[in-house]
């Protein structure tokens, strides 16, 4: 089953078992950072410096993607351009919500909704098949401590996960330094077209200024 980018990171989030997200708010950057750069990919958008600029409106035929242009199509108000923070800080939080919908729409994952003190409403999206997980890891472990040369969505995925901090997500129980050095040459490769280096560059540096504000503001 062929999944998108923002449901692999969310796969690698989600407990198996109690269904919750591990490292929820860093996850969410890298959830939106994902959609970002599959449409980047799909030639649907660009991100280049500080921008993300639409450029192509047609649907990609995969539901979740098409969501999210039509959301950065309202969103831009026939500007041509906008800063690629903005969106991250707008859309974070939405776009883990798509996300998930997808995840069940596909049978990988069920929403639980438990009752907290008998009042609030909380989700859970506990594994309901795990294969596409499996396969998921057994991927990232080839490239990351196997040394198998990645394809560019294995790579792109590699660095989303790097930038945000991610690495005990993709590898539980693994010593950093057994796979941030390999991770962070990943990021830095030749291993995709210009455009594709270019926006995961510029979202990298858009991810760490969200990340630091948030902190920031919760510190505050």
């Known amino acids: 089953m062929a999944i998108t980018l923002a449901e692999e990171i969310m796969l690698l989030s989600l407990d198996d078992e109690s269904g919750a997200a591990k490292q929820r708010q860093a996850a969410g950057w ?5 959609i970002l750069l599959e449409l980047v990919m799909a030639e649907r958008v660009s991100v280049s410096g500080k921008y993300l600029t639409l450029v192509d409106a047609d649907p990609t035929g995969e539901q979740l993607l098409d969501g ?9 108000r026939d500007r041509d351009k906008r800063r690629v923070t903005e969106w991250l ?4 939080t939405k776009a883990v919500a798509a996300t998930l919908e997808s995840l069940g729409e596909r049978g990988l994952v069920v929403e639980e909704v438990r009752k907290v003190f008998g009042v609030f409403p909380q989700r859970r ?4 098949d795990g294969s596409v997980e499996r396969a998921l890891r057994e991927r990232l472990a080839a490239v990351v401590l196997e040394g198998s040369e990645p394809d560019e969505r294995t790579a792109g995925l590699i660095s989303l996960l790097h930038s945000a901090k991610l690495h005990r997500l993709a590898f539980p129980g693994r010593e950093d330094k057994a796979v941030v050095p390999r991770m962070r040459e990943l990021a830095a490769g030749q291993w995709a077209a210009e455009s594709v280096r270019i ?22």
């Open 30 to 34: 890298a959830v939106a950072g994902a």
């Open 68 to 76: 999210r242009i039509l959301l950065i199509k309202a969103w831009l």
């Open 89 to 92: 800080t707008k859309d974070h």
């Open 125 to 128: 999206y506990p594994e309901a």
């Open 199 to 220: 926006a995961i560059r510029d979202m990298q540096a858009a991810m760490l200024a969200v990340t630091a504000a948030t902190v920031v503001a919760a510190t505050a």
